[in-house]
């Protein structure tokens, strides 16, 4: 089989957290590959080491064979977007399209052909707008970033959350979009995301992190992930709800030792 995209014993730690341990997996080419975790499991350092936005504490990434640390060669076949510090936001979105597709050596002809397609998803809030990135709401710079992630048609696609900030509507074509990018361009699709239901529609693999760590690698046919991700979820929400009231009963008992302490010091001063 061939991988697209290779970690080995990757890890990454800040101080004393452990923010991805030791972690090995092989995407193969062509595949549409979801990472879903709670908050602080490691999905954005995991998809800032494979960017080389963060430099790994051990192990390595490798992009079609390529070391991300040693080359930028992958960047001619990769996309990405994680947050709308990928922007700039001093450009309108006609600009900043037309320089990305400079980058990639795509004349305006060529990038006007390839926006022909996200015309429904940008649902005329984009384009044409006279103003710049900035001065859009989060969901259109959301757009911006997730069209031009995929203007230069890459073989290895990273969305960090692409999902949020989007209405309904634009979560639907969205979902629909890279299932088509995916299918007609042989295209590995790489993304994370807080909802459940969004990556089970989407992607036939399912990553589960924990702790900076894959526990579970799930096949999802005909959204058969869902049920064992929500129940993973659930038990989880309970065992935070117990640790949550637990440390409240801990502080209610600390302030009322406090105020009885005080108490009895008034007192014997009286």
């Not at 031009?148 to 209405?167: K, R, V, Y």
């Not at 295209?187 to 909802?195: E, G, K």
Request: glycine share 8%; charged share 30%; with cysteine.
């Amino acid at each position: 089989m061939e991988y697209v995209l290779t970690t080995e014993n990757l890890g990454k730690q800040y101080r004393h957290f452990k923010a991805l341990g030791d972690l090995t997996m092989h995407v193969p080419k062509g595949a549409i590959y979801g990472f879903v975790g709670r908050n602080g499991a490691g999905k954005t350092t995991l998809f800032r080491l494979i960017l080389d936005l963060l430099q790994a504490d051990r192990g390595y990434v490798t992009i079609n064979d390529i070391d991300v640390s040693k080359s930028e060669d992958w960047k001619n076949f990769t996309g990405a977007f994680i947050d709308d510090g990928f922007l700039i936001d001093y450009l309108t979105p006609e600009e900043y399209f037309y320089f990305i597709g400079k980058m990639y050596g795509l004349k305006k002809e060529e990038v006007d052909e390839r926006l022909l397609p996200f015309e429904r998803f940008m649902n005329g809030e984009v384009m044409g707008q006279k103003k710049f990135i900035r001065n859009y709401s989060a969901g259109n710079k959301q757009k911006i970033g997730i069209i031009s992630a995929m203007l230069h048609h890459p073989q290895l696609l990273i969305l960090d959350e692409p999902f949020n900030f989007l209405d309904p509507s634009s979560q639907s074509v969205i979902k629909h979009l890279l299932k088509r990018y995916n299918e007609e361009h042989g295209a590995t699709v790489i993304i994370s995301s807080h909802n459940l239901n969004h990556t089970v529609d989407v992607c036939p693999r399912i990553a589960l992190l924990e702790n900076g760590v894959i526990i579970r690698d799930i096949r999802n046919e005909n959204n058969s992930a869902e049920q064992e991700l929500e129940a993973y979820f659930n038990v989880g929400v309970e065992e935070e709800a117990v640790v949550e009231e637990t440390v409240v009963e801990a502080a209610v008992e600390e302030i009322t030792e406090k105020e009885d302490k005080t108490v009895e010091e008034k007192n014997s001063e009286a």
